[in-house]
């Protein structure tokens, strides 16, 4: 039953790992072909695969655990997707009903240990919930702001048997969705932006999630507002565009945290308006008489930034309103983009080239010149992440997925491999540091055996830069327990799972072993070994304001 309500969900595949409370759905599985199975070699890795499949299709991804320590080992991943409003569903294996609570082998209270970290969760104690539940959780992993559901189903009811009942309706209790857009509130938005001297509006994953990207860039361009992203809404706006700010944030580029503080209307689109975009709460866009906010979820409204304008709606309805009220513009417009490419002139990206060293940046560029804006790259996290999302160059939207709320390191690599089983046809580029990588390095493994066609960047420094960064900076300098002296040899490693891979150390190795990467069909690993001391810039000091953004020193 459970087996067959996925094939009638559209599941395609299941990330999982057997267990002794699971099995009776892996005794079933070999009779329905349709659901491919990847064996992972975590269940953390599971998660993060079905996670970047998600991200990649739009479809939800399917992940598979057993009780205990299986499905506890969902955690993170469950967070990871949770944060990102990322839709997942994870079914899981609990001990017999008639144990449950009585601290049975591998017995766990996985509904007390996710409930903070998923959008609903079930325990499935009788043979006659299902497949409704799993009909419903798809439905709500899908809806409004999407996120991961997960079922627990006892032992007893996988085994159990009963007629076979598809639901014909759903009726969920409290769960209310908001299918319609607030005309006078749209029209409120767009006559504000349009009559706004010094206008900005900044998009976030919601932009993406509601595949609103032409919308925006509609707006954008009928308004003649500048736009930029959050980190994880790159991708949603051009970066060659005239009017991108690029990455908003306390490490976001100059030029957009100089319109940011500046602007005098600021809409934000299917963002959080999280710690990371504000700095410093108290001095966040001091200049702007008014915030307007758009994002699906109300819950979000006046969290950390109360907007005189609220719009609880889909982003690409609510955009797509907006448009016919966006009339004529105030005549300091004109002024204000002059302003804005003063300041992009001033505020450049730019790094240092002078010691020697090969530097993250020249790898990068190498890298998303040959991704010409269609490649899916996914990123780690830590100065990886930051060093990709600030030299994504992509000239139309296109898709750059990282851990944004979570911050989790080990995602990149079992997340690249979720988003290749997803989309086939395109290229797939993974950025990790050896940090994050190591965490999850087992998932190799599933990238041979099925002959994944992902290019592993590896950002090696022999550090957790970004903490290391944060010591110097803001910790006195101290350097505590940063040093990752004793790693594995990654072109030995990756020989060892049966992966070809290669090291380079100097500047001019870069583009040939992109060459052999290129070449290769299947799997590639690159271990570039990074100058140890080199750092992310622009970045906001730790409670400081956007104003007070550090920039990289002069070459």
């Not at 934000?268 to 866009?285: E, I």
């Not at 040959?370 to 780690?380: C, F, H, L, P, Y």
């Not at 799972?497 to 992109?514: K, L, N, Q, S």
């Not at 690993?525 to 920039?551: H, Q, S």
Request: proline fraction near 6%; glycine fraction near 10%.
């Amino acid at each position: 039953m459970i087996l067959e309500a996925l094939e009638r969900e559209g599941v395609e595949y299941i990330f999982g790992y057997p267990g002794g409370a699971n099995l009776p759905l892996y005794q079933h599985l070999p009779e329905h072909p349709k659901l491919k199975h990847i064996l992972v070699r975590h269940e953390q890795g599971a998660a993060h695969m079905a996670d970047g499949y998600a991200r990649a299709s739009g479809r939800p991804g399917v992940v598979f655990a057993t009780s205990g320590p299986g499905a506890l080992n969902l955690v993170t991943g469950l967070c990871t997707a949770y944060m990102d409003s990322v839709p997942m569903v994870a079914i899981t294996g609990q001990v017999p009903s008639t144990v449950v609570g009585r601290d049975a082998f591998q017995e766990s209270d996985v509904i007390g240990a996710t409930s903070s970290v998923t959008k609903h969760s079930y325990l499935v104690t009788r043979i006659d919930q299902l497949p409704r539940v799993i009909h419903e959780a798809f439905h709500i992993a899908t809806t409004g702001r999407p996120g991961p559901v997960l079922v627990d189903i006892c032992r007893d009811v996988q085994q159990a048997d009963a007629e076979r009942v598809t639901p014909e309706r759903l009726a969920i209790p409290g769960y209310r969705l908001n299918g319609h857009v607030d005309l006078e509130g749209a029209r409120q938005a767009a006559e504000a932006l349009a009559g706004a001297e010094r206008p900005v509006i900044l998009a976030g994953h919601g932009v993406i999630l509601s595949h609103a990207e032409h919308q925006l860039q509609e707006l954008a361009e009928a308004a003649a507002a500048p736009t930029g992203t959050t980190l994880l809404g790159i991708g949603a706006f051009p970066v060659k565009h005239p009017l991108s700010l690029h990455m908003t944030g306390f490490m976001g580029t100059g030029w957009n945290l100089k319109a940011v503080q500046n602007a005098d209307v600021l809409m934000m689109v299917g963002m959080r308006v999280d710690d990371r975009v504000t700095a410093k709460l108290a001095g966040f866009a001091p200049k702007v008489k008014t915030f307007i906010h758009v994002d699906i979820d109300g819950s979000e409204m006046g969290k950390n930034v109360r907007p005189q304008i609220e719009l609880v709606a889909d982003a690409k309805q609510a955009m797509a309103a907006m448009l016919p009220h966006i009339g004529e513009l105030n005549p300091g417009r004109a002024a204000w983009l002059t302003q804005i490419d003063a300041w992009r002139e001033e505020h450049p990206l730019r790094f240092k080239r002078s010691n020697g060293r090969l530097q993250p940046q020249d790898v990068l560029i190498d890298m998303y010149r040959r991704a010409r804006s269609e490649a899916i790259v996914v990123a780690d996290v830590g100065q990886n992440q930051i060093w990709a999302a600030l030299w994504w160059n992509y000239d139309r939207p296109g898709l750059f997925i990282n851990s944004g709320g979570a911050g989790t390191m080990g995602y990149a690599l079992p997340a690249a491999l979720g988003a290749k089983f997803a989309r086939p046809d395109v290229p797939v580029w993974c950025v990790a540091g050896e940090g994050g990588f190591v965490m999850t390095a087992q998932e190799l493994s599933v990238a041979v055996e099925h002959q994944l066609d992902v290019k592993i960047v590896l950002l090696n420094n022999f550090s957790l830069g970004m903490v290391r960064q944060f010591q110097d900076d803001f910790y006195g300098g101290v350097r505590s327990q940063v040093e990752l002296t004793h790693m594995p040899d990654f072109v030995k490693l990756s020989e060892a799972y049966g992966m070809p891979a290669t090291r380079v150390e100097r500047f001019e190795d870069i583009a040939p072993a992109f060459d052999a990467a290129e070449r290769t069909k299947g799997p590639f690993l690159i271990d570039f070994r990074i100058d140890p001391e080199a750092n992310v810039y622009p970045i906001v000091p730790i409670g400081k304001t956007l104003n007070e953004f550090w920039e990289a020193p002069e070459s």
